[in-house]
T-cell receptor, first 110, second 114 residues
Framework: GQQVMQIPQYQHVQEGEDFTTYCNSSTTLSNIQWYKQRPGGHPVFLIQLVKSGEVKKQKRLTFQFGEAKKNSSLHITATQTTDVGTYFCIRAGNNRKLIWGLGTSLAVNP | EAQVTQNPRYLITVTGKKLTVTCSQNMNHEYMSWYRQDPGLGLRQIYYSMNVEVTDKGDVPEGYKVSRKEKRNFPLILESPSPNQTSLYFC?????????????FGPGTRLTVL
């Protein structure tokens, strides 16, 4: 129902390669947020997407919200070792609850 | 400096011994929340609070209590901890209760219940 599915669960890339993680929902989302958690750290807010088809960029990171507002993606161009961590998407649930995807863990080989 | 603080950062305790994990924010945020993070299960919301004296259950509230007597503090209470509550706990806050606000997280509390 309200869950968000994130794929892949893990991704191992060579430094300089691109990386993409996807967040999918069976129901329409009002908006979606992305967070990054470094190993041993706490989640840190990256971005929020609200509009259908929205695309936002932060340096090498590109975030997209699907036209139907049921999926979202995060793409990193030319990964660096500083990109290592777990990337989470979250959605709003009923009654102000927040529902997190299980995350995509990214490892980068130097 | 705007921040969310949690104490203690690490705690090893025994089954049944009541404990409290404190959480405090200095940003005058209305919304505060507790999560637990377990391998393979991601972050799961335990309790949240939309403002002073307003708290509500998240997805995994069993075995936990919270209170929100002041805006800045949101302690998590384990009345009778059990080994299945061994986890990494995060407190978070945001300006408002709506989903349009960024959440700020504390550094985490690693709890082990023997």
């Amino acid at each position: 129902g309200q869950q968000v599915m994130q794929i892949p669960q893990y991704q191992h890339v060579q430094e300089g390669e691109d990386f993409t993680t996807y967040c999918n929902s069976s129901t329409t989302l009002s908006n979606i947020q992305w967070y990054k958690q470094r190993p041993g750290g706490h989640p840190v807010f990256l971005i929020q997407l609200v509009k259908s088809g929205e695309v936002k960029k932060q340096k090498r990171l590109t975030f997209q919200f699907g036209e139907a507002k049921k999926n979202s993606s995060l793409h990193i161009t030319a990964t660096q070792t500083t990109d290592v961590g777990t990337y989470f998407c979250i959605r709003a649930g009923n009654n102000r609850k927040l529902i997190w995807g299980l995350g995509t863990s990214l490892a980068v080989n130097p | 400096e705007a921040q969310v603080t949690q104490n203690p950062r690490y705690l090893i305790t025994v089954t049944g011994k009541k404990l409290t994990v404190t959480c405090s924010q200095n940003m005058n945020h209305e919304y505060m929340s507790w999560y637990r993070q377990d391998p393979g299960l991601g972050l799961r919301q335990i309790y949240y609070s939309m403002n002073v004296e307003v708290t509500d259950k998240g997805d995994v509230p069993e075995g936990y209590k919270v209170s929100r007597k002041e805006k800045r503090n949101f302690p998590l209470i384990l009345e009778s901890p059990s080994p299945n509550q061994t986890s990494l706990y995060f407190c978070a806050s945001s300006l408002r209760a709506s989903f349009n606000n960024e959440q700020f997280f504390g550094p985490g509390t690693r709890l082990t219940v023997l």
